[in-house]
């Protein structure tokens, strides 16, 4: 009976203990079960990453550099639209740079043509205007040199010096129409810029025309007076006929004046047609480098005075004609009184 009571007492005292135990035991096993799945989940990644094998990031190619040739090669109907966009923006290039130098060269040309007629006012600048001489039209007369004032006597104003420039700017106008289409237009804008700019400089500097409104007027009736004369030269050109060209020079010129010297006229329109065919032989290249020198209408003198053959039987059959009705007339005098 002891051994079983003890067994009993022992068997009790060892349930107490496993219970006892038992919450702390269930406790660390929920701990470990919710608490451990991130470690756990880090040990398996760690494990297959040691598991997979080692490999190594390849560095991309380098680019090829984008050069002009490669561009132009691959011009086709068929490329993509950055190829495409790239080749306009390269003829715009071309473009914008050829307005710089239309710019420039417009700018030597002008001055060009403005040299055969150039004049200065002594007077200008001083109070008062210190006694300018006027014309009979009311025009500011300079001092000028060359073949315009001292042989073809045109008096030194501000209105010749504009018709002599346009003249030769004329010239040019007429060899850059053979321009190409995209180019003209701004040789064309840049040339007559030019010259208004000098044209407004010229009435300030020498004329003291402060007033930008009246130089507004003038500038507006020169502007007029270009589209007029252009259209003249251009009729006589298209009809090839010296008569309708020389017409077109003693208005604008010579201001239609009726006391003119007809030789003068007749040398101003041999210079046109021997500078445009000057112009004609020169190379675009040429006009764009500004090389071009004017001589001056006063070569032409001997070339117009220059009697032809025809001229010369003409002229021989008036005097003989002339002097066979003299002989007539002597004849029977009678005639002359009607009898």
Known sequence: MASNAHCAACTRGLRQQFRSKTPSSQTSHLKARYFSISSSIRSVQQDSKQSQPATTQRPPPPL?????????????PNSSPPLNIAAEIRKRAKLTTETYIAYGACESLVKECA????????QAGKKGGGGIPKSKDGEDIGVGKGWWYEELGLTPTFN???????????????????????HAPTWHQHLLDHFFFMAEDRMVRLHSIHAKALRSKYLKDLFVQWRGLTAGYDEGLAKSND?????????????????????????????IRGVLKGLEAMGDEGIAG?????????????????QSSMMRAAAGEIRAGTSTASEKVIENPGSLMGK
């Open 64 to 76: 090829k550099p984008l050069t002009t040739s490669s561009l132009e090669s691959k011009e086709s």
């Open 115 to 122: 040299r055969h007629a150039d004049y200065t006012i002594p």
């Open 160 to 182: 010749n010096w504009a018709q002599i420039t346009f003249l030769h700017m004329y010239l040019l106008t007429v060899r850059i129409r053979a321009f190409p289409p995209t």
């Open 243 to 271: 008569a309708v060209l020389a017409t077109a020079v003693w208005r604008n010129v010579f201001r239609a004046d009726e006391d003119v010297d007809l030789r003068g006229i007749g040398m101003v329109v041999s210079y």
């Open 290 to 306: 500004a090389e071009v020198v004017f001589a001056g209408p006063g070569l032409e003198r001997a070339g117009v005075l220059l």
